[in-house]
């Protein structure tokens, strides 16, 4: 009878596979999923509600810088033409009395209540000045050429212009109405140059924010006043402002576009001379309370993936480390060490429950091996 083969009782030490994607980092993301994902969505409602509460508040402030700017504006016309045609209507003026005429376009130059207008002038119907209020000479000027003369003589009731003005060189807003005689003939024309100085410091009392801007737009594009009062010395052409191109499509109330200063929110309104109001201020200052939300949400976003990855390593490392230590044991079973000790054979979870388990593996492989011995 030949003899048994020798049966081995131990192994060379091994070390369980490594494993790519185990445990601790399956439990890492499903933690991270779970805690992310609903802070994400969350914050994502509430920015947008955030979002849109600083639209809401940008909308009604512009609204209100807005009609105030659009309200001085159409006051300034209305309370300056009142002011001419109430001359004009006046029987030294329409008697075309030059002395007389004088001294109450005089009168009416140190009115306080009308401190826009710089210059009040009588205008005969051959362009020739009849009268003014300040102290230069009426023959040393010609009005015949300028289009507010032009249009009161053809019969316009009431005729305004924009440009540069002949005594001041200043970029100004002349009103003017026809003078009739007695019969009803247009015997003369009755004007006020107005500066814009007031009405630009009228725009600016109402700023509100660090990059709101006012500015008033004719609606041929020329720009007449701008609280950037750099931009009103020539008459500045913003007939490709944005601004500009959404109202004369029809656009006005608020709306939202970019031009050369970026990003802007702005109320558009329209006077009564047809004129556009724009006042404007830069999403940046707009949404900066988002931003600054934006900011405080990633930190504390940061925050949590730190906490929650070490707490997921952590526990997972509970989780892990006797379930690598038994994969080992079973490992180096499988390969006859049948000695060593089991870890965790006490726990009373699954955990333990595995470890009782390849403990009775290991045991009746004992018993089995010995039995063999003795066969």
């Known amino acids: 009878?030949?003899?048994?083969?020798?049966?081995?009782?131990?192994?060379?030490?091994?070390?369980?596979?490594?494993?790519?994607?185990?445990?601790?980092?399956?439990?890492?993301?499903?933690?991270?999923?779970?805690?992310?994902?609903?802070?994400?969505?969350?914050?994502?409602?509430?920015?947008?509600?955030?979002?849109?509460?600083?639209?809401?508040?940008?909308?009604?402030?512009?609204?209100?810088?807005?009609?105030?700017?659009?309200?001085?504006?159409?006051?300034?016309?209305?309370?300056?033409?009142?002011?001419?045609?109430?001359?004009?209507?006046?029987?030294?003026?329409?008697?075309?009395?030059?002395?007389?005429?004088?001294?109450?376009?005089?009168?009416?130059?140190?009115?306080?209540?009308?401190d826009t207008v710089y210059l009040w002038h009588v205008v005969a119907p051959d362009g020739s000045n009849v009268a003014r209020s300040d102290e230069r000479d009426p023959a040393d000027f010609s009005y015949g050429e300028r289009s507010y003369v032009r249009d009161t003589l053809a019969g316009k009731p009431f005729s305004i212009e924009v440009g540069m003005g002949k005594t001041r060189k200043v970029p100004t807003v002349i009103l003017a109405v026809p003078i009739r005689s007695e019969t009803g003939g247009v015997v003369g024309v009755m004007a006020a140059a107005t500066s814009l100085d007031l009405i630009a410091r009228e725009f600016a009392a109402h700023r509100a924010?660090?990059?709101?801007?006012?500015?008033?737009?004719?609606?041929?594009?020329?720009?007449?006043?701008?609280?950037?009062?750099?931009?009103?010395?020539?008459?500045?052409?913003?007939?490709?402002?944005?601004?500009?191109?959404?109202?004369?499509?029809?656009?006005?109330?608020?709306?939202?576009?970019?031009?050369?200063?970026?990003?802007?929110?702005?109320?558009?309104?329209?006077?009564?001379?047809?004129?556009?109001?724009?006042?404007?201020?830069?999403?940046?200052?707009?949404?900066?309370?988002?931003?600054?939300?934006?900011?405080?949400?990633?930190?504390?976003?940061?925050?949590?993936?730190?906490?929650?990855?070490?707490?997921?390593?952590?526990?997972?490392?509970s989780f892990a480390r006797p379930i690598v230590e038994l994969t080992t044991i079973a490992d180096r079973i499988s390969r006859g060490s049948l000695d060593d000790d089991i870890p965790a054979i006490t726990r009373s979870d699954e955990i333990g429950a595995l470890a009782q388990a390849i403990g009775r593996l290991s045991k009746s492989m004992k018993l089995a091996m010995t039995r063999l011995r003795r066969a």
């Open 209 to 317: 924010g660090e990059t709101n801007r006012t500015f008033l737009v004719h609606e041929d594009g020329r720009l007449i006043i701008h609280t950037d009062r750099k931009l009103t010395d020539h008459f500045e052409d913003f007939s490709g402002h944005p601004a500009y191109l959404a109202a004369k499509a029809g656009n006005t109330g608020f709306l939202r576009y970019t031009d050369a200063d970026g990003d802007q929110f702005a109320w558009i309104s329209r006077t009564e001379q047809g004129w556009f109001v724009v006042t404007q201020l830069t999403a940046s200052e707009v949404l900066r309370g988002v931003v600054q939300a934006d900011r405080f949400a990633l930190g504390i976003l940061v925050v949590t993936v730190i906490a929650v990855s070490a707490l997921a390593w952590l526990v997972a490392g």
């Open 1 to 114: 009878m030949s003899a048994n083969p020798p049966l081995a009782t131990a192994a060379p030490t091994t070390t369980a596979p490594k494993v790519r994607f185990g445990l601790r980092q399956r439990l890492l993301v499903v933690l991270l999923l779970a805690t992310l994902v609903p802070i994400c969505a969350l914050w994502a409602s509430v920015r947008n509600v955030f979002a849109d509460e600083a639209h809401a508040a940008a909308e009604a402030r512009l609204r209100v810088i807005g009609d105030a700017a659009r309200a001085a504006t159409d006051q300034w016309i209305a309370e300056t033409r009142s002011a001419v045609e109430l001359i004009a209507a006046a029987p030294t003026t329409r008697a075309m009395n030059a002395p007389q005429t004088t001294r109450l376009l005089q009168t009416a130059g140190h009115n306080r209540r009308f």
